[in-house]
């Protein structure tokens, strides 16, 4: 079995609100907001870049109101990782057996995405862009 290439990982922070975040990385160290989704009282979710690192701030309600049921097995985590991978086909072969919290689908922003709770309790969303 082809185990699949991973290209990229990006931690995902979950916040309360993204505006006191945004202070802190975009005010206050520089980081560029790369991608934003509007909510009714600010953003719900955004991606920060600065000196080649990129990180996600999401908030817990928009977390909670994930169609693809990854709130479900929400422990309270403050964190997440994001993988970009060459195949989600190869990822879901490779990690047949273990626990998933978000089944596969599709996203907004292109990509098939299957998230899964690590061993040591952590969430870790796989992601294959169409491009």
């Known amino acids: 079995m082809t185990s699949p290439v991973c ?8 916040v309360e609100t993204i505006a006191p975040s945004l202070a802190f990385w975009r005010d206050r160290l520089g980081f560029a907001i790369t991608a934003e989704v509007p909510g009714e009282d600010g953003p719900v979710f955004v991606i920060l870049s600065g000196n080649g690192i990129e990180l996600m701030l999401q908030t817990t309600a ?25 195949s989600i086909d190869a990822l879901a072969l490779t990690m047949e057996g273990c626990e998933i919290v978000a089944p596969r689908h599709e996203t907004f922003y292109g990509a098939t995405e299957i998230g899964y709770r690590e061993p040591g309790g952590h969430f870790v969303t796989f992601a294959q862009f169409h491009r």
């Open 7 to 14: 290209q990229k990982a990006t931690p995902v922070l979950f």
């Open 62 to 86: 928009s977390l909670a109101a994930d169609p693809n049921g990854a709130a479900l097995a929400w422990r309270g985590d403050r964190s997440c990782l994001f993988i970009e991978v060459d």
